[in-house]
């Protein structure tokens, strides 16, 4: 189980990317989220493609990693490229399927939707993959900090980020244990109807999420018994250095967000 | 491990907790004092009120009737980050107290929350990781340890706090036997190096005998405080706190049984000091034929 988790994984290369600083990083993932919502054409989507694998290439991942975050997702990017062919109407027609009409309007616009959601997804998980989990909530933490400023919490929105990746491997964990109890008992969810099978699975939620409450119990208890206050100040053991190769990487996305622009 | 310069107690009068106004009282009438450096041990059976009386020390929970003085503070709202700086705890799931995402990241949470500076933090941090030896641990995520190694960077993340009271609340309950040796062993050079006060909840029968006093806990109130050799000895109160006799105890009695005769020990040295008097294990106490049956 703890294998298939890519959500939140550091892969230490050794490369440049990995050594920006994470703020840059996380500035660079909205960045490349604006790019990628400002792009309507397959030029674009192309011109996007080839700047994230220049990124993830220099950061010495395998591809094959990127493609295991984004899979997943797979389902939902299938629904996202379905509805457009099906609901989008435009361009000349392609197939006519009676209840519905396909354009080659709705197949771009289905296409082009859909790797929108790969490389978006693809681009967060760069930085995650090249950023450990605990640098990249102390950059949201700092990041977020003007929220301060309209009420916000910065520092407890970067502390449950933080504390809810710190948990997905031991959640995982404990519902891998409760499945395989429930199997071992004789749970089978093959050859079952679907609604059967939502049944057996909110079986496995419940525990799971009572679990859950329960070690969130503990943990502000071990918090409070750290000394932890809501608000309080703090100071921060690592410290984070901006330097030249973070302000040339942001740079860089300047010229993307003009190419896409005018693609 | 040298510092303390302050002498911890810690002091009990007539504490009681109840869940709500109505309820029935979890504890009451809980009084003892502690006094600086001692190892106290709590043991009682599950509902007892053990872990209930450990959160009222460490000032997780307010007492209800009666009041607690740790290290020289009445623990009460307004006192509460002074005896968060002089209380440490220790919880039964290891799993459950780590905020950071990395050992090191947890061990310094508490020292961010202190305002310490970062060279500071850095100091205690390896300090601490060197001593419980998990130096090379720091960069692991919790979840990736053995259940023994995240109760050592649990203990490590407590210590580098500096506390004068180290509370352990099941500390070992989660663990498997050899961590569980590690952990008592841990409580051992902890007492002997000195300056800490330790307070241990436990249902281990060889972790209250390791410690200096145990107190035993029956429906919410002290059943018997004394020397552990002495408690341990009561086959009333074992049954009463739901005890397993240490294991020397269990073969005096099972030699018993057999005809050995042999009183009550609680160590090895003892056991074996009675059967072969004389230092010798050619001359045996009466029955002493029986004696490998038993082991």
């Known amino acids: 189980m703890r294998a298939r988790i890519v959500v939140g994984r550091y892969i230490e290369t050794g490369s440049w990317v990995h050594s920006l600083d994470p703020r840059a990083k996380t500035t660079a993932v909205l960045l490349f989220m604006a790019a990628v919502f400002m792009t309507d054409s397959y030029a674009g989507i192309a011109v996007l493609l080839l700047f994230s694998l220049i990124y993830m290439k220099a950061a010495a991942i395998p591809l094959s990693m990127f493609a295991r975050a984004i899979k997943p997702l797979l389902l939902i990017i299938l629904f996202i490229f379905v509805f457009h062919l099906l609901f989008t109407a435009g361009g000349s027609p392609i197939v006519d399927l009676g209840l519905f009409k396909l354009y080659a309007g709705g197949l771009q616009r289905g296409l082009v939707a859909a790797s929108r959601m790969v490389l978006f997804v693809a681009f967060a998980a760069l930085?995650?993959?090249?950023?450990?989990?605990?640098?990249?909530?102390?950059?949201?933490?700092?990041?977020?900090?003007?929220?301060?400023?309209?009420?916000?919490s910065p520092d407890r929105m970067a502390l449950m980020v933080s504390v809810s990746m710190r948990f997905i491997p031991t959640i995982f964990e404990e519902a891998e244990r409760i499945w395989n109890a429930q199997v071992s008992r004789g749970l089978e969810l093959r050859g079952r109807p679907m609604r059967q099978q939502a049944r057996l699975i909110l079986s496995l939620l419940v525990p799971v999420t009572a679990g859950a409450f329960r070690r969130a119990l503990d943990l502000s208890e071990s918090m409070e018994a750290r000394g932890y206050r809501l608000g309080a100040p703090r100071s921060a053991y690592r410290r984070l250095t901006w330097q030249g190769k973070d302000t040339w990487f942001i740079v860089s996305f300047f010229p993307l967000l003009a190419a896409v622009w005018w693609l | 491990?040298?510092?303390?310069?302050?002498?911890?107690?810690?002091?009990?009068?007539?504490?009681?907790?109840?869940?709500?106004?109505?309820?029935?009282?979890?504890?009451?009438?809980?009084?003892?004092?502690?006094?600086?450096?001692?190892?106290?041990?709590?043991a009682g059976r599950n509902g007892s009120g053990k872990s209930t009386l450990l959160r009222l020390i460490a000032g997780l929970l307010p007492a209800s009737e009666g009041g607690i003085e740790a290290a020289g503070t009445r623990i009460g709202p307004a006192s509460l980050s002074e005896i968060r700086r002089r209380i440490?705890?220790?919880?039964?799931?290891?799993?459950?107290?780590?905020?950071?995402?990395?050992?090191?990241?947890?061990?310094?949470?508490?020292?961010?929350?202190?305002?310490?500076?970062?060279?500071e933090i850095e100091r205690r941090l390896l300090r601490y990781a060197e001593l419980l030896e998990i130096a090379d641990l720091l960069d692991r995520h919790p979840a990736y340890l053995s259940g023994g190694q995240k109760q050592r960077a649990a203990i490590a993340a407590v210590l580098a706090l500096e506390p004068d009271i180290v509370l352990f609340d099941e500390a070992g309950s989660m663990l498997d036997e050899s961590a569980k040796r590690e952990l008592l062993a841990i409580m051992r050079q902890l007492r002997e190096a000195g300056g800490y006060t330790m307070i241990s909840v436990t249902h281990d029968s060889e972790e209250l005998l390791a410690a200096d006093r145990a107190i035993l806990l029956a429906n919410g109130t002290v059943a018997a405080d004394g020397l552990p050799s002495e408690l341990l000895k009561s086959e009333r109160l074992l049954e009463a706190c739901?005890?397993?006799?240490?294991?020397?105890?269990?073969?005096?009695?099972?030699?018993?049984?057999?005809?050995?005769?042999?009183?009550?020990?609680?160590?090895?040295?003892?056991?074996?000091?009675?059967?072969?008097?004389?230092?010798?294990?050619?001359?045996?106490v009466a029955g002493k034929e029986r004696i490998f049956g038993v082991l």
Do not use: H
């Not at chain 2, 109505?22 to 009438?29: D, E, I, K, M, Y």
């Open chain 2, 88 to 119: 440490g705890i220790v919880f039964a799931n290891p799993d459950n107290q780590f905020v950071g995402q990395t050992v090191a990241d947890d061990i310094a949470f508490g020292l961010e929350n202190r305002c310490l500076k970062p060279e």
């Open chain 2, 242 to 284: 739901r005890l397993q006799a240490p294991y020397v105890l269990q073969v005096c009695r099972a030699l018993r049984r057999q005809g050995v005769d042999v009183d009550d020990y609680l160590t090895e040295k003892e056991l074996i000091d009675a059967l072969w008097p004389s230092g010798s294990i050619m001359s045996p």
């Open chain 2, 1 to 42: 491990m040298d510092k303390r310069k302050l002498p911890p107690a810690l002091r009990l009068e007539n504490v009681g907790y109840r869940r709500d106004a109505g309820a029935a009282p979890v504890l009451s009438g809980v009084s003892f004092t502690v006094p600086a450096g001692q190892w106290v041990a709590i």
């Open chain 1, 127 to 152: 930085a995650s993959f090249t950023t450990r989990p605990e640098r990249l909530t102390q950059a949201l933490g700092l990041l977020l900090k003007p929220l301060r400023y309209v009420g916000g």
